[in-house]
T-cell receptor, first 112, second 112 residues
Framework: GEDVEQSLFLSVREGDSSVINCTYT??????LYWYKQEPGAGLQLLTY?????DMKQDQRLTVLLNKKDKHLSLRIADTQTGDSAIYFC????????????FGTGTRLLVSP | DTGVSQDPRHKITKRGQNVTFRCDPI?????LYWYRQTLGQGPEFLTY????????KSRLLSDRFSAERPKGSFSTLEIQRTEQGDSAMYLC??????????FGPGTRLTVT
């Protein structure tokens, strides 16, 4: 079945780079997304990548996709305290259904 | 573009009562999704509309749950005879075609 896994926690210092990792099982995943959730809030779409790409860069964010290993990562350069949040990886298949399948989220804590 | 809005933001109800939530998608987005998020977990897909047609329902959506999108604009999610296990954050998202899904702030339901 479809499954998305992430590590639960990451702690970094302000100014360092953060790398959040995700693995997924559905080989028909066509789109892979990264969302950010702050306490008590909804999900903010950060970026997404098509499965025919292996990298996408958007300002401080870099997404790397290894389709063979079904591994996705999100790198945040120059991490700031405002980046502290839970980051969710999600996959979506184009096999007729539109749902996103989410991981359990990685809590990023950025210390000054 | 005012984003996806949800109402109410918080709802406390007694077990056995019915509750209804509303979602207003981004204007002109033809697809609307409902997800449920429990504490410490990623969102789980409940159902999806394209315009006014409900095209997919998760097995999580028991007979006590019903969703509508009568004119292809706003949507309502009703839970009948609420149970304590229904306590969660209910998230709505919308998209234009098969593009990225934008989430609302969610409705937090507490069943006492």
């Amino acid at each position: 079945g479809e499954d998305v896994e992430q590590s639960l926690f990451l702690s970094v210092r302000e100014g360092d780079s953060s790398v959040i990792n995700c693995t997924y099982t559905d080989s028909s995943s066509t789109y892979l997304y990264w969302y950010k959730q702050e306490p008590g809030a909804g999900l903010q779409l950060l970026t997404y990548i098509f499965s025919n790409m292996d990298m996408k860069q958007d300002q401080r964010l870099t997404v790397l996709l290894n389709k063979k290993d079904k591994h996705l990562s999100l790198r945040i350069a120059d991490t700031q305290t405002g980046d502290s949040a839970i980051y969710f990886c999600a996959s979506r298949s184009d096999t007729g259904f539109q749902k996103l399948v989410f991981g359990t989220g990685t809590r990023l804590l950025v210390s000054p | 573009d005012t984003g996806v809005s949800q109402d109410p933001r918080h709802k406390i109800t007694k077990r056995g009562q019915n509750v209804t939530f509303r979602c207003d998608p981004i204007s002109e987005h033809n697809r609307l999704y409902w997800y449920r998020q429990t504490l410490g977990q990623g969102p789980e897909f409940l159902t999806y509309f394209q315009n006014e047609a409900q095209l997919e329902k998760s097995r999580l959506l028991s007979d006590r749950f019903s969703a509508e999108r009568p004119k292809g604009s706003f949507s309502t999610l009703e839970i009948q005879r609420t149970e304590q296990g229904d306590s969660a954050m209910y998230l709505c998202a919308s998209s234009l075609g098969s593009a990225e899904q934008y989430f609302g702030p969610g409705t937090r339901l507490t069943v006492t």
